[in-house]
């Protein structure tokens, strides 16, 4: 038993080691199979063996990058090792995705102060500022409600969090996400609105009291100014409605101002080297070691979904890469906030393979990330912002198309289902003539982009989910994210472990 035990781990070892991809294999060896005692039990002593060697690592965080996949519910995940997986040829339940592997792992109950089910808005508020927040409002604290201009106005009800924290610490700090620059999820990092939909001056109601707008916050606010890396999507809401971009398409703003060219003028004050791109090439061409400053606005709008995107359109890996190369040089670290944004807008819509893709995206921008930094000195941390409504229901055969119908019809209707469906959205199906369940398996449709998975309740848009999203941890620190917390609770542990923010930290306690 021993010898036989000390070779499979060697080959367990090498496995491991060499497929630190996207997707990684449980410790499944070419030796055993599924059937056989000995690969579950090796698996498992490998485990409990690498826990047991792994010490904590209590090391100053010079650099932190914090990812989220927007809307990215654990369901999501089970379901995103089997789309990928398969990909790469095996069953896929067995895998595990990039940060799957993370040593780490806790859950964060993401409800706001005002509702029971979290939107992008208070919950980004919560995981960057550590504070919990009113739905759809972005760091202000919750006397702040939806839409109270003069509350944000006043500024007493003001939250600050990561991207402050660490400029005042004088690390480099940058964002990336697949949305719009000044969406929720990227704005609660450094803007603070009474309404998320206030991304330009035209979003605003045209009566009453005027409110600072997103996407100026980001160019002239305190925090957004300096924010020295911002990669995204969003280009009409930084220009007038008067101008077209490079791209032809016209401006959201009508209060005429330029602020791309504010931005450049900004930089250029500060004797500072910067560089506006607005394309793949752009971005990917771009010396690293020239520029202190980069805004890449590659989108009019929210830049594609990767199973849509053309040339010009870089992925959120490149994006990633590019934006660590960048931050890498700042001598006391760096703070980077990631988000893939698009598996949130995919749920809404019930297109179950774009949001599965978009978290095999996500997935593969982690990885290399990974691969770019000393996780020594580097604390990465990934987790989502809330859940969504898609289920994952069975009994299919191991390796059935996670995308297609369940293999086992046990409907009391006897009319196939599929294994991802929803409780609400657009893909609602109407009974047919004779008042019996749509037949999914008559929709020769599964591997269109854009099928909608069924879902229970009508709905123009899918909601969010109530239950507590995952967290994974890498890094020094990467211990104290176990455990079931409150979803305001990260970034306090994460200034803890960057020694930054007004808080306990490493460094003072
Ligand atoms: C999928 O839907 C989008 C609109 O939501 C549309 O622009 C696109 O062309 C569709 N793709 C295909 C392949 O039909
Ligand atoms: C509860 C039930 O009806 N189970 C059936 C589901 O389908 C399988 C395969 O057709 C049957 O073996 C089960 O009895
Ligand atoms: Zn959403």
Known sequence: MARFLTLSYLLLVTLI???????????????????????????????????????????????????????????????TRVYLGQQYGHLGEELKLSFEAFPYTGLAKTYCVDHNVADSACSGTAYLSGVKANSGTVGLSAAVKRGDCKGQRDGLHSVTGLMDWAQKAGKGTGFVTTTRVTHATPAASYAHSADRRWEADSDMPKKGLRCEDIATQLIRGRVGRKIDVILGGGRKNFFPITQKDPEGYQGHRSDGADLIREWKIKKEALK?????????????????????????????????????????????????????????KKRNGFFLFVEGGRIDTAHHETKARKALDETAEFAKAVEAALRMVDLSETLVVVTSDHSHTMTYSGYSKRGTDILGVVNKNNATDHIPYTTLSYANGPGYKVLDAHHKRYNVAKDDSFTHLNYTYPSLVPMPRETHGGEDVAVFAKGPWAHLFTGNYEQNFLPHAIAYAACMGPGLTSCNS
Do not use: C
Request: aromatic share 10%.
């Open 17 to 79: 080691y060499v497929s630190t991809r996207t997707i990684q294999k449980n410790g499944d060896t070419p030796t055993f199979d599924e059937k056989n005692k000995d690969h579950w039990n090796l698996q498992a002593q490998w485990i409990l063996r690498t826990k047991l060697a792994s010490a904590l690592n209590t090391r100053v965080a010079k650099n932190v990058i914090l990812f989220l996949g927007d809307g990215m519910s654990i369901t999501t995940l089970a379901a």
């Open 272 to 328: 500072q080297t910067y560089k506006y791109v607005y394309h793949k090439q752009g971005l990917l061409s771009l010396d690293e070691n020239v520029y202190d400053s980069v805004l890449g606005l590659f989108a009019h709008d929210h830049m594609p979904y990767h199973l849509e995107a053309g040339d010009d359109d870089p992925t959120l890996s490149e994006m990633t890469q590019k934006a660590i190369q960048l931050l890498k």
